[in-house]
């Protein structure tokens, strides 16, 4: 299946403005389209709301097109709250609530009641299960994830309401400590199959911040320890292959926050693997005004 990069250039929902950066620095690999955001003010829960569904209604927009074009959309992002309107579209597709493989050293599973910080993208994976705000309503009017077919793997800071909310919607929770002991291959198995049992097909989500911030500086809410790069690498590349796989996102990278452009360079590896090349700036044959 052919992949294709769509770019969101969003950080209202998130700790740092640099995050908007994210699909402007992979050079040379470019989006074919970047959603931008109304205002790039940092906001809480609900001030953003309405510069956050607007971001939502366009990205459930384009990664519905271009999947019922046939074309697996790939999202390059900086606040995970750009996976609301991401999933919401894929997953309308087939009006059937998907599968999902969700790497991310935190669980983003705050509701409005039990957030501290009162940050979007501290929530999106509890609004993709159904638990979010009334007003996310239009854009997920069901639950966009069937927990039973989902895991969030390699978390390592969370609060007790999130962690209460996933064992009681039943989704699968692995955490650094657990993949650290039992290894990661067996788990991605575990968490493979379970993503592909659901008719809907599934995604994969992953928040640079999983990572060791050794290996991925450039994000916001920097974690130490980290699942393991090579073992990952490999498990998604394999993912290319599999049909059931319907997108696949990248998410919290802020390059502002990279060190010698050691963020860029893994996230242009894992996007190569999947297929995405690098695009001239300007259609062949048109000269690029800076050249003029
Ligand atoms: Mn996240």
Known sequence: MKSRLLGAALAS?????????APYALHPLRPHFIVHERSSLLLPWPE??????????????HSALWRRGGVRPLLIGGDHSEAIGFWAGIASIKSHPLG??????????????SSLSHRLHGMPLAVLLGQGDRRWLPICPQPVLDSRCCTLIGFRSFETAEIKLLKRLGIALISIHEVRSHGWPTLWRQALKRARQSSGGYGISLDLDALSP??????????????DLRQLQ????RCRQDSKLLAMEIAEFNPRRDVRGRTAQLVRQLLQDQGITSRPAYPRGVASPRLK
Do not use: F
Request: proline fraction near 7%; avoid cysteine.
């Open 48 to 61: 953003v709301a309405d510069t956050a569904l607007a971001s939502a209604r366009s990205l459930a927009a």
């Open 234 to 237: 490999r498990q998604l590349k």
């Open 13 to 21: 929902g998130g700790k740092r403005r640099g995050n908007r950066l």
């Open 100 to 113: 999902m493989i969700w790497i991310d050293a935190h669980m983003d599973s705050h509701t409005p009641e």
């Open 214 to 227: 050794h290996l991925a500086p450039g994000v916001s809410v920097p974690e130490p320890r980290g699942i």
